[in-house]
């Protein structure tokens, strides 16, 4: 990858000084120059106004992957605390990090990291690169691309992976485009490959009817967006030592294309988090009409759990979409998840077929829900459900 600067274009603007995390640029005279922190982290290409800096991207078998080391987490935050989906990928990152015989890293932006960083050590990672700013305090794609750009192309991680949530796959993109990575999306397995030490990247693909395992041999790094809840978190060790690493930055909030003016949280008009559910009971098309959503409610509730619903109900309107698990909705991994009227569509199984202990209620006893499920019941939801729902009632009560 390198850069060029068209001197018979540059119209000595400025702006390429601005936007450079890194003080990556500087004007002399009658044009800019590229200075010795330049580490191409491509955001004075997107914002020259006269397309006087290009960017060259390594063409096939260019890149010396010898020269690629390490796993990285990139952290995703919210309210000053790490994702679920963070702290997932740095137990399974920990895996590959010493199959690998490597390190593992994190990477963590924001305007206070500190802590931050101490726990992703205390979850396994073995050094965390910070970067504080105030731009850098809520998610931004431009000022966390440009930023994570620059520290790759200066880091050289072999692996780098990001919770597939919709940041996570936002980010992910446009950092693929910018370093001239491939990227692989919503992996729901990550893997060391026996016959070469590469990242086995495995997804649904054709709609989740069959599962790929994505290889790559020759862009670095190798990226994956990985979907939450499909590997487990791990124990917090808070008594591991582990190496932090502060990254200076210079950023300019004018230089910002967007500006965040309130964050609205949108919940369906409920308490819907069925990411962080211990129980699940979700409804089918089986349930016949959107009113019997209360009969899955009132289960739900006796049972202190989360209402869960399939995609058919979804698209039928019968409910609201923060619902939805499976391939296109939210991957789920509860204690105890309990599915009505569900046929057990492979979209659906994608959702939620990682749970601790599954019931499947069914009329259909060739429903595809039984050959996942730990507990089968061959019936009519209508006449199963009351009955549960008054025998749990009435142990909780004794």
Known sequence: MALTIKEELCTVCGICVRVCPYEGVVVEEDTAVLTEKCNLCGQCVSACPVDAIVVELPKKGDVDTSLWSNVWVLAETEDGKLKNGTLELLGQGRQLAAERNCSLEGVVLGDDCEQLAKDMIAFGADKVYTVEDPVLARYRTGP??????????????????????????????????????????????????????????????????????????????????????????????????????????????????????????????????????????????????????????????????AVGASRATVDAGWI????????TGKTVSPKLYIACGISGAIQHLAGMSSS???????????????????????????????ALREEITKRLAE
Request: proline share 6%; net charge negative.
């Open 320 to 327: 609201s979409a923060t619902h939805q698990v499976g391939q």
């Open 144 to 305: 966390f691309s440009s930023v994570i750009a620059g520290l790759i192309n200066d880091k050289k991680p072999e692996m780098v992976l990001i919770s597939a949530t919709p940041q996570g796959r936002d980010l992910g993109s446009r950092l693929a485009a910018r370093i001239g990575a491939g990227l692989t999306a919503d992996c729901t397995g990550l893997s060391i490959w026996d016959e070469e030490p590469l990242l086995l990247q495995t997804r649904p693909a054709f709609g989740g009817n069959i599962m790929a395992s994505i290889l790559c041999r020759e862009a670095r790094p190798q990226m994956a967006t990985v979907r939450p809840n499909v590997f487990k978190k791990p124990e917090a060790d808070p008594s591991r030592q582990g190496e932090t690493e502060k990254i200076e930055v210079h950023l300019d909030e004018k230089s910002a294309m967007t500006k965040i003016l309130e964050v609205i949280r949108e919940d369906g008009g409920e308490d819907v988090n069925l990411v962080d559910a211990q129980i699940i009971v979700s409804g089918g098309r089986g349930i016949q009409a959107p009113e019997n959503f209360a009969l899955i409610r009132s289960l739900a509730d006796a049972l202190g759990g």
């Open 356 to 386: 601790d202990y599954i019931v499947a209620i069914n009329k259909d006893p060739a429903a595809p829900i039984f050959d996942v499920a730990n507990l089968g019941v061959v019936g009519d939801v209508f006449e199963i459900i009351p």
